[in-house]
């Protein structure tokens, strides 16, 4: 026999109820008046006919959660599912859907009798990674909103969730070159031309600053560089380090990605033993993007090999390799 | 209708419930008739918030005023507390009801409506308590389910869904659980205790003579024509041939003043005759009496109150009863009168404080004369009390007719000069007469006869049976009554007019509330235990008959069938199946609507162009945007029209 796993919390109504009725019991066994032992389990009655209907709600669903479509750290995504009141008869009302252990919940009114909804509940997750969705709540507290009803639904799915995109990063170097390398002139023919400035941000090389601009404004302004067209950068991502520094290193790869692609710019992509050859556009982003979800990001993780000349590979690592690198980020 | 509206009513519908089930018992109440007006209104309409915020101030202080007033009255006056308290929840209820319905006020209101109704229970409600309370359950569990779902939606920031009628009055019948639970709790709880918070049963406003002293003459103004019932009573062992013309023994009197009747305290009780002979065993349940009288059929030997009630004999022989209930007892009574002759032979004594039934008023010369002669002839005082019956009876008239003055009012002024009167002024006359006569005699006040009701096998004395005879002491047979009144235009008033059979099922029906629910106690818990565990005894009658007993079985099936009912398809859906088979009776088949449309074109079959057109207005209706109400309504004209083109 199928246990009934349910679980049963008193809202405020319930309890006042509750409260109500035990007074009532009082007044009845003291008066002795039989109208009050009729009135007496009619509010008995109410409370078994609220657990009757709660009961007929939660037991008529099926819920199947959709394949659910990667997030992005960080953001509101949402997770779908497919409801199903799958007997005759009264409709079911009020429904929650929740993924234990995630914020947000899915809400449906009513549902008729033999009919299928979808539900979609906002999720945020905060990290990157693999995360998995394990059983789901179905709640009501319908008819009366004196007890609210749980039922637990047992289900595994994996949820894929990306590395924001949104860290600010500077634009790489335009051409071949070591940090710190050459003459002037050099570094700046490689850097590409000349296209505008914009304000100072993190990892900004301090070389680029354009003083006499960052004087008459209110903050630092450097020089921003069209990149050469003529080659096709890789990025070099690699994960290995202390956890949080390779997170980091692997959002500014997801931030350099999504600048590539929204300005139309074709790149590789490398991590650990998996490379993504030179592509463009949103499909190959979201290749990446997967990629580095699933990644390892700790000092056991595997080492990358760059796929091309380190001449045309940006780096992007917790900390600095050697190498003559096309350009090199670290957080 | 928006949920909003259906939420207004349903809420309205709930309070309205529960002033129903209290006037079934506390009738009428000015305060009830100026808040149903407004909780009717409260239905289809509310003021405006902006309106509301200005009302909510003078609202507040008259509630506060109802309040004080019931506060001060629970001090001042404890009894009359229930009726200030109710005035303040019907004014809350209003006021609940007309606030704009911010879907938390059915809780509110709910609670207002449940106090209304234990309030309603202590005033001992009729059978439309039952109903009225059934009532309130199903549109509480209606009002409460609509208002939550409007809550949860709210909450989450969607519109109230639509709820069908049927899914509605389906949550309506489904209220039957909460009815069911509260009858079981009710059957089988055990009655046991009392305490300070009852409230004892109303008294009736019956004055037939049963206070300790009863004017003469006053007596007709209160029993005229009343046909309140003031007794009920069942025969578990059989009922007795004469039943309709039975004497309902109450309360003696043996000091006459000439005006009044009083009751003296005698020296030593008057002996009870022994429990042998013919003996009739009597339920009675009467209305509660200002003066706690038990009847029973002449002569009572035995007697055993129900629950919650205290049986006591007086030095009279007279029953009377304590308690705060409804009086409920069983009296067995020793029914057989001792023969003419036997009572012939009796030698002429006095009873236990004699002297008390021998008094009489100063009384004029030619009265004693009318005495003597009455009795010239009797050699015994059974010839001579039976001789002035007779006289009284055959020789004056009954009227109901009160005397003009209160000379007129004496006994003498009806014996000489107007020589009619009601049952009061022939016992008084009898046995006044009895006494100077040397016989002792006494007053008694009582019931004659009833009307027999099949509908709950009972006997129902109406307060306008109500009668004085005379008791006469025979030593070794006791007291035996004679009836000097001469028969009146009587007829029940339960039994008489076109109306008889109505007024019977209600009073059986009143019974039935009264003996099973009002008064169910642990007798009756017990009985029923004994029943059970003793199957191989009788049953005893079915308390509801079996026409409610079928009543119930019907709402049962019907409440069954409703919440388990396959839900009906959608109007066009319907309309699509009806084509759909038309055709293939006649050999049009095809897979989905679209198929079959193209196996009708191709086909040319008879109505094709309608039926064509009813599939497409099926599709646009079931899976096209909107509501589909004007899809369906062409696409049910199109079938019809198909289908009469198929059957030509």
């Known amino acids: 026999m199928a246990r009934l796993a349910r679980r049963i919390r008193v809202l405020r109504p319930g309890g006042l109820l509750i409260g109500g009725t035990l007074a009532l019991g009082i007044a009845t066994l003291n008066t002795g008046n039989n109208l009050l032992y009729l009135l007496l389990g009619s509010l008995l009655g109410l409370i078994l006919l609220s657990g009757v209907l709660s009961e007929r709600v939660l037991s008529a669903v099926t819920v199947r959660r959709r394949t659910v479509p990667p997030m992005t750290a960080g953001r509101i995504g949402r997770i779908e599912y497919d409801v199903t009141h799958r007997r005759r008869g009264l409709p079911a009302f009020s429904l929650e859907i929740r993924d234990d252990g995630w914020q947000g919940e899915a809400f449906l009114p009513l549902i008729e009798a033999g009919s299928t909804l979808r539900a979609t509940s906002p999720a945020r997750a905060e990290r990157r990674g693999v995360h998995s969705l394990g059983p789901l709540t179905v709640a009501t507290s319908f008819p009366f909103g004196f007890f609210r009803k749980e039922r637990r639904i ?57 003083w006499r601009s960052s004087a008459r404004l209110p903050g630092p302004v450097v020089r921003e560089y069209e990149p050469e067209r003529g ?71 595997p080492a990358t090999v760059p796929p091309a000349e380190a001449g045309e590979c940006i780096l992007v690592a917790p900390s600095p390799r050697p190498g003559d690198w096309l350009d090199v980020y670290t957080p | ?192 205790a009392r305490g300070w918070a009852g409230r004892p049963a109303e008294p009736s406003r019956i004055v037939v003579g049963f206070s300790d002293v009863v004017g003469l003459g006053a007596h007709g103004a209160t029993i005229e024509a009343n046909p309140a019932v003031a007794l009920r009573v069942q025969f578990p062992d059989g009922v007795p041939e004469t039943v309709a013309d039975l004497y309902w023994r109450g309360r003696s009197y043996d000091r006459f003043d000439g005006i009044r009747w009083s009751r003296s305290r005698l020296p030593r009780p008057m002996p009870v005759r022994p429990a042998e002979g013919t003996l009739v065993r009597q339920v009675i349940r009467s209305v509660p009496l200002e003066t706690p009288v038990a009847f029973g059929l002449e002569q009572p030997v035995r007697a055993r109150p129900r629950a919650r009630l205290t049986l006591l004999r007086d030095e009279h022989g007279d029953l009377t009863y304590r308690g705060r209930v409804a009086p409920a007892y069983e009296i067995l009574s020793r029914t057989d009168v001792p023969s003419a002759d036997s009572l012939r032979r009796t030698a002429h004594a006095l009873p236990p404080g004699g002297v008390h039934f021998l008094q009489v008023p100063a009384v004029s010369a030619r009265l004693r004369a009318l005495s003597d002669s009455l009795t010239a002839g009797a050699s015994n005082d059974y010839d001579r009390a039976v001789a ?261």
């Open chain 1, 154 to 210: 047992e289900g595994m799915d994996t949820l894929i969730v990306r590395p924001r995109t949104d860290r600010p990063v500077r634009m790489p170097r335009a051409a071949a070159g070591g940090q710190g390398q050459g003459s002037s002139l050099a570094r700046v023919a490689r850097r590409g031309t000349f296209r505008a400035l914009r304000p100072w941000r993190s990892g900004d090389d301090p070389r680029d600053v354009h």
């Open chain 1, 231 to 301: 080659g096709t950068p890789w990025i070099v991502l690699d994960t290995r380090g202390p956890p949080d520094a390779a997170e980091a290193a692997i959002e500014i790869a997801a931030a350099l990605a999504a600048r590539f692609t929204a300005q139309g710019r074709v790149f590789g992509f490398a991590a650990g033993p998996r490379r993504l050859p030179p592509d463009g556009g949103t499909g190959h982003l979201e290749a990446a993007l997967d990629h580095m979800a699933t990644l390892d990001a700790s000092p056991l993780a």
């Open chain 2, 1 to 192: 209708m928006t949920a909003a509206r259906l939420h207004r009513g349903l809420a309205a519908g709930m309070a309205l419930a529960a002033i129903a089930a209290f006037t079934s018992g506390a009738g009428l109440e000015p305060s009830v008739l100026v808040a149903v007006p407004l909780l009717l209104l409260s239905a289809f309409w509310s003021p405006s918030p902006e309106r509301m915020v200005r009302l909510e101030t003078p609202l507040r202080v008259v509630a506060l005023v109802l309040a004080a007033r019931a506060i001060w009255l629970a001090f001042a006056a404890p009894a009359a507390v229930i009726t200030p308290m109710v005035d303040l929840l019907l004014f809350l209820m209003c006021g609940e009801a007309l606030r704009v319905r911010d879907t938390t006020g059915d809780a509110r209101l709910f609670s207002l409506s449940l106090a209304l109704l234990v309030a309603g229970a202590a005033y001992r409600p009729g059978p439309g308590f039952a109903l009225g309370l059934a009532l309130f359950l199903a549109l509480t569990t209606m009002c409460l389910a609509v208002g939550h779902t409007r809550r949860q939606a709210e909450a989450h920031g969607r519109a109230a869904p639509a709820i069908r009628t049927g899914v509605l009055a389906r949550l309506g019948m489904a209220s039957a659980l909460a009815l069911a639970v509260g009858v079981l709790v009710f059957m089988v709880f055990p009655r046991h």
């Open chain 2, 388 to 648: 002035i019956e007779r006289w009284l009876r055959t020789t004056f008239a009954y009227t109901l007719d009160l005397p003009a003055t209160a000379p007129e009012a004496t006994l003498e002024h009806f014996l000489f000069e107007r020589r009619e009167g009601h049952c009061e002024y022939f016992s008084t006359a009898m046995t006044v007469l009895l006494r100077v006569a040397g016989v002792p005699a006494r007053n008694v006040n009582g019931f004659r006869g009833g009307d027999w009701n099949s509908f709950g096998d009972y006997l129902a004395v109406t307060q306008n049976q109500a009668h004085s005879w005379v008791e006469a002491w025979f030593p070794g047979a006791g007291w035996v009554s004679f009836d000097p009144t001469p028969a009146a235009d009587d007829a029940g008033i339960l039994t008489g007019g076109s109306l008889g059979p109505l007024r019977r099922l209600l009073d059986g029906l009143a019974f039935r509330w009264g003996t099973w629910v009002l008064d169910y106690d642990l007798d009756d818990q017990t009985a029923i235990l004994a029943r059970a565990f003793r199957p191989g005894e009788a049953p005893r009658a079915d308390p509801f008959g079996p026409v409610l007993w079928l009543a119930a079985v019907v709402v049962f099936l019907a409440g069954a069938a409703t919440l388990l009912r396959r839900p009906r398809l959608p109007a066009e859906t319907r309309a699509w199946r009806r084509l759909r088979r038309a055709y293939a009776a006649a050999g049009f088949v095809a897979e989905g609507p679209r198929g079959l449309a193209a196996v009708l074109t191709e086909r040319n079959a008879p109505g094709a162009a309608d039926a064509v057109r009813a599939i497409g207005l099926y599709l646009a209706a079931r899976f096209g945007p909107g509501d589909g109400r004007a899809e369906r309504e062409a696409m049910r004209a199109a079938v019809t029209d198909a289908l009469r083109s198929l059957r030509r």
